[in-house]
């Protein structure tokens, strides 16, 4: 059964620019590295559409970014990405959102959101390496305690397992391609792959 749009909303939570991708050091200069965040979490806005945007930061060009995207912001200094998610969807499900799709920043290849709702309980997208967890969506007032991180595929299912919600996981190629380590630079060809 599918939910009205107005009861489903994207939350992405988007690090300074100048910090991010520390990890591809190696492969491009802090001003290509900014770049990229800029454009993978632009991509990812693009992708959320047409359901409303709202993004968790505690950065002010990112909050300027936001509002140029035409996403909202939540202003969460100094929470670390967990805390500043689970204070994002509390926030969402106290003005009435019944679902959060939350959505990493990072995922340049994404097309498309709005689907992955519509399901009760949790539906979860799996990074590539079925280890880190690239979007989950959850009931908004369900209480989801996040643990991102090594491993938070599974500690997102063993969560909603806890909470006595059925799980739903999704394997999208395109959505499972994050971008941490040089190496992930080098997407396939999308054409070539089967959606």
Do not use: Q
Not at 49 to 77: I, M, N, Q, R, T
Not at 81 to 102: F, K, M, Q, S, Y
Not at 150 to 173: K, M, Q, Y
Not at 184 to 189: F, G, H, R, S
């Amino acid at each position: 059964m599918s939910e009205p749009a107005g009861s489903v909303a994207v939350l992405i939570p988007v690090k300074a620019f100048r910090d991010a991708k520390g990890r591809l050091a190696e492969a491009l200069t802090p001003a290509e590295r900014a770049e990229l965040a800029r454009s993978m979490a632009t991509s990812v806005v693009r992708a959320a559409a047409p359901l409303p945007v709202w993004v968790v930061c505690d950065d002010d060009d990112v909050a300027a970014w936001a509002a140029e995207v035409g996403a909202s912001v939540l202003w969460k200094p100094g929470r670390g990405l967990n805390g500043a998610v689970e204070e994002g969807v509390a926030d969402l499900a106290g003005r009435g959102v019944a679902t959060v799709i939350v959505a990493h920043a990072d995922l340049p290849h994404a097309e498309r959101l709005a689907h992955l709702a519509g399901t009760e309980g949790v539906t979860l997208v799996p990074d590539r390496h079925e280890d880190g967890t690239n979007v989950a969506v959850v009931p908004a007032a369900a209480g989801f305690v996040f643990a991102y991180g090594p491993g938070s595929f599974h500690h997102h299912a063993a969560e909603a397992d806890r909470l006595g919600l059925p799980v739903r996981v999704v394997r999208e190629p395109r959505l499972a391609w994050d971008v941490d380590r040089p190496d992930d630079l080098n997407a396939p060809d999308w054409d070539a792959c089967p959606s």
